[in-house]
């Protein structure tokens, strides 16, 4: 670094693009290329032809309370990482679902800061293992969207200490090689310039690594560049560059500061072997669309994930031997989602739905049919493959061309979706075009659309339909780039009549990355909809109902309003389960929603955002090839116990250290269904847990649970360890979750499970004192959920009588 300029070094602390930093080839550095996770591997860029093995989302993860499996999947994307020549990977995050409104929950694991450290700190080992970065985000109380760019979260020491800092504590043991600074500023200053990522991130709890902004959180010059912040993205532009080199020379940033800043990229560089070796990193699967093993372990942690909340009459698993026809109903259970919106989002390697998941594992033994039941309104269908031929080619797809200010072409190519990211960076590029050759599968009056910020324009045979011009409103990227305002129009169009549809968009500067066309059928009558799904389910055996939230409620860049479900869909359930008593509903989301009709129905599961193998594994799950894994790792109730809108610019924390199923303790109030409950396809009788008599300060324990299976299957359970102490003299929690294990058994066996309880677990921080273990007794529940704990026993710490 001696041989470096400040000119040089000073380069180096912002990015070269949006997604690589630069190179310095004096000292043997190439770019250090980074991507969005955490479900997948985008890469550099947003084309929908370059795709990605696709997880299930970070909530599924932490449903399987699994860190050994975690772990496996933080491998594979590592492999996938490599074969995009990706070196970081900006996952996990590991902030907390501290409002059930919050909208990017589904790209958060937990509402619990155990759970969330211990799954987090799993998928960072399995990353790492294979010389991938890593990423804990945002910190820190970066747990809401809501005007999520410029909030202040006011959030007392205690609480940052005891319930938001421990993931990201637990990330930097871990051994974490990159930590991202949120927007949000918690307590008075933005987190780019906090003193919290010198303390205690840097100093007290000795994270080595290097500090990346979230995507334009860098705001200053001066006040970041004195701050513990190392690497402005994305780049070139910023308020760094010549800015802090200016600001070095007049004494307002120190060099020494500088250096510090590119000894920590440095290190990460050597650390992904961008640094001095000159040989390129290993690559993943070549063809992950055909690699067995890999669909195989994306089922495996479907199943996993998957929670059965209820279970009357034993009527999961199904028999297949007593199915003749089968109805699978819901628009999700057609076309599901298998990941959240926002910067998360990847183009899939392929998609499994449950009605091709659950006709492949019926097939030749009982009918499966389909009805949507319902239309939910939202965004419009971009064109793509099944609806649009290029007009050039005359294949499937869609022709993007780049135009100069005169009309020139001077790029031009197929692409397979009509919301175009992103297209070839040509100089003199003044207008995107689109266009495409709709053939309509309906006659009738559709909804043609363009987006994006900018002059929009949109003809269809030459006709001009749209032509307007649409101002930008928002700073926020999520807005800005994925999700820009629509223009529609309408048009009748005939049954296979073929119509040439042309979007034009002016790039101005700042205009963001989305250019969309879009086109949807007239929509079908509701009553006719509705009478159509409850006459199938009348006609079927068993219903398989399939509901979930949209782009429109589960998104980054925005909270819900709500926890109701959109487009009438309770209506639906209420229908369906009405017209046959043997309907599963289950419910394709991210994060809580209200289930008003949970107990008019049989079977409710939860399956998430579930990656590509979503209609496989819940197949494996419905049919009893396997039993469903997962445990809820946020509690689920039809309205939030706290808000995500800052007031004034402010957003209070003013829960404290009771967030999550802590609240409902608090309050006496009943979910729906409470923090680690789900059910398998046995059952489980709790008989013993023994914990020490006495523990010493600063030393963790083992509560040791008996249980045994007393149903007929062999099984799998989650034992759960609280802690709970009424007579403190500090305030806590009525308790709180201090470890975990899962126990297996065959029908009739008993097993004993091992939790071991660390030593944090008994302590409380003290703001000017740190971390202190109060002495007295503490109460040892052990069970299957926050509200289920059959077994209690007692223990002393520290020191003095224990009785």
């Known amino acids: 670094m001696r041989t470096l300029s400040l000119e040089r070094k000073v380069r180096l602390l912002t990015g070269a693009t949006a997604w690589r930093t630069y190179d310095e080839p004096a000292i043997g550095l190439r770019s250090i290329v980074v991507s969005d996770g955490p479900i997948g591997v985008r890469g550099q860029g947003w084309d929908e032809r370059s795709t990605s093995l696709t997880l299930p989302s ?107 800092m421990p993931p990201f504590e637990a990330a930097v043991q871990a051994g974490v090689w990159v930590v991202m600074s949120a927007y949000n500023g918690v307590n008075g200053a933005t987190m780019s310039e906090n003193p919290l990522l010198a303390e205690p991130l840097k100093g007290e709890w000795g994270f080595d690594g290097m500090v990346v902004s979230d995507w334009g959180a860098v705001r200053s010059t001066v006040p970041a560049g004195r701050a513990a912040q190392d690497l402005a993205m994305p780049g070139p532009d910023g308020p760094w560059g010549d800015a802090l080199l200016a600001a070095v020379r007049a004494g307002e940033v120190p060099e020494e500061a500088i250096d510090e800043k590119v000894l920590r990229l440095l290190r990460l560089a050597t650390r992904v072997g961008a640094l001095g070796t000159g040989e390129a990193p290993p690559s993943g699967p070549l063809d992950p669309a055909n690699d067995a093993p890999t669909r195989a372990l994306l089922r495996e942690t479907v199943v996993a994930s998957t929670v059965l909340v209820r279970n009357e009459r034993a009527l999961l698993p199904l028999d297949p031997a007593r199915l003749r026809r089968v109805a699978l109903i819901g628009p999700s259970a057609a076309a599901p989602r298998i990941q959240g919106g926002g910067s998360a989002g990847v183009y899939p390697v392929s998609s499994v739905s449950p009605l091709e998941g659950l006709s492949d594992a019926l097939a030749g033994r009982a009918e499966v049919t389909h009805a949507a039941g319902i239309h939910i309104p939202g965004r419009p269908t971009p064109l793509g493959l099944d609806a649009a031929r290029d007009p050039l080619t005359g294949e499937p797809g869609l022709r993007v061309r780049l ?133 199938l389910a009348r006609a079927s055996d068993a219903v398989i109902l399939v509901i979930g939230t949209t782009e429109e409620t589960e ?207 008994l302590e409380h921080w003290s703001p000017g004192l740190g971390w202190q273990a109060e002495p007295g007794m503490f109460t040892v529940h052990a069970g299957g959920s926050a509200d289920d704990l059959p077994l209690t026993t007692k223990t002393w710490s520290g020191d003095g009588p224990s009785a």
């Open 58 to 164: 970070p909530s599924a993860l932490a449903a399987t309370w699994d860190e050994g499996l975690v772990a496996r999947l933080g491998e594979l994307l590592a492999a996938e990482a490599r074969r995009k020549g990706v070196d970081v990977l900006l996952a996990p995050t590991i902030n907390l679902h501290r409002s059930a409104l919050g909208g990017r929950h589904f790209e958060c694991y937990s509402e619990d800061p155990l759970l969330t450290a211990r799954i987090g700190a799993a998928y960072i080992r399995g990353v790492q293992s294979r010389g991938v970065a890593a990423t804990a985000k945002h910190y820190v109380a970066n747990d809401s969207e809501t005007e999520r760019l410029t909030l202040d979260a006011r959030v007392d020491e205690r609480t940052l200490r005891e319930v938001y």
């Open 403 to 535: 135009l100069s200010a005169t009309g020139e072409e001077l790029h031009s190519e197929r692409r397979y979706t009509g919301n175009v990211l992103e297209t070839a960076i040509v100089e003199g590029s003044h207008t995107v075009e689109i266009s495409a050759r709709l053939r309509p599968p309906v006659s009738g009056l559709w909804d043609l659309a363009v987006a994006g910020w900018g002059h929009v324009r949109l003809d269809a045979d030459g006709v001009t339909l749209i032509d307007d011009e649409v101002g930008r409103d928002t700073d926020d990227p999520a807005t800005v780039h994925l999700h820009p305002p629509y223009r529609h129009a309408a048009l009748e169009l005939t049954e296979g009549r073929e119509v040439e549809l042309v979007a034009w968009r002016r790039l101005d500067p700042d205009s963001g990355l989305a250019s969309v066309l879009a086109a949807d059928p007239p929509v079908r009558d509701a009553g006719e909809l509705l009478a159509e799904a409850v006459d």
């Open 555 to 761: 998104s980054e860049g925005y909270d819900r309003a709500d926890l109701r479900l959109p487009g009438g869909q309770d209506e639906l359930v209420r229908a369906v389960a009405a017209a046959n008593p043997d309907t599963v509903v289950v419910v394709n989301a991210g994060g809580p929603v209200a289930m008003p009709w949970r107990e008019e129905v049989p079977a409710l599961l939860l399956s998430w955002f579930p990656g590509q193998e979503y209609g496989h594994g819940l197949a494996d799950v419905l049919l009893g090839a396997c039993e469903p894994g997962g445990r809820l790792p946020t509690t689920w109730a039809d309205e939030a116990l706290v808000g995500t809108t800052p007031v004034g610019g402010v957003l209070e924390y003013t829960e404290g250290l009771h967030i999550g199923h802590r609240g409902r303790l608090r309050g006496g109030e009943a979910p729906s269904y409470w923090f680690g409950h789900g059910l398998g396809y046995t059952t489980w009788a709790y008989e013993t847990v023994l914990a020490p008599e006495r523990v010493e300060p600063g030393r963790p324990f083992t509560a040791r649970v008996r249980l045994r299976n007393t149903g007929g299957r062999a099984g799998a359970e989650l034992v759960q360890v609280y802690l709970s102490r009424p007579e403190s003299e500090v305030e806590r929690p009525v308790r709180w979750l201090a470890g975990f294990a899962r126990a297996q058994a065959a029908p009739g066996e008993s097993v004993e499970v091992a939790v071991e309880v660390q030593a944090r677990a």
